[in-house]
């Protein structure tokens, strides 16, 4: 069982990552702003004075740090495919890996959301991941039924 819940909570990590790069790659000039600001940080003061038609190194860094960000995309989404198959093939239930999965992904995008573009989440929000997180206990607690044998009467 174990296994299956490793697989099933790193699947979801990587189905919020892969979400998030989709965020960076195809969002509003996020990576832009992050890349001025770096800039500003450890440049130094000697940027500080720039002429307005003075072009930066973020005017053209931004478009091969979206085509990163897409790669890791399709590269996520891969390995996340990779570990829900291994989650399902390990555990006892498609239920217990699916639910355990979209928890995993449910908590780690609020957390990468928190992280990366500031974002916070509504009270009804941590109502509903409050809920699956209670459904996804109720799975876990419960023992799978043995299969019952059936005696069947023959008439002959």
């Not at 960076?24 to 890349?35: E, H, I, N, P, R």
């Not at 449910?106 to 009804?124: K, R």
Request: hydrophobic share 45%; aromatic share 12%; net charge positive.
């Amino acid at each position: 069982m174990f296994p299956g819940v490793f697989y099933a909570l790193l699947a979801g990590f990587l189905g919020a990552v892969a979400s998030s790069s989709a965020k960076l790659s195809l969002g509003a000039d996020y990576l832009k702003g992050v890349c001025e600001t770096g800039l500003k940080t450890w440049g130094g003061e000697e940027r500080k004075f720039r002429q307005a038609d003075e072009t930066t190194a973020c005017d053209w860094l931004h478009i091969p740090l979206r085509l990163l960000c897409g790669g890791l995309l399709f590269t996520c989404n891969a390995v996340m495919w990779t570990f829900f198959a291994k989650a399902l093939r390990y555990s006892s239930s498609s239920a217990r890996a699916t639910v355990t999965t979209t928890a995993s992904n449910f908590i780690s995008s609020a957390f990468l959301g928190q992280l990366i573009f500031g974002e916070t989440h509504a009270v009804l929000w941590w109502v509903g991941i409050s809920l699956t997180l209670s459904g996804l206990l109720v799975l876990h607690k419960s023992a799978p039924r043995d299969a019952q044998p059936t005696t069947a009467k023959k008439d002959e």
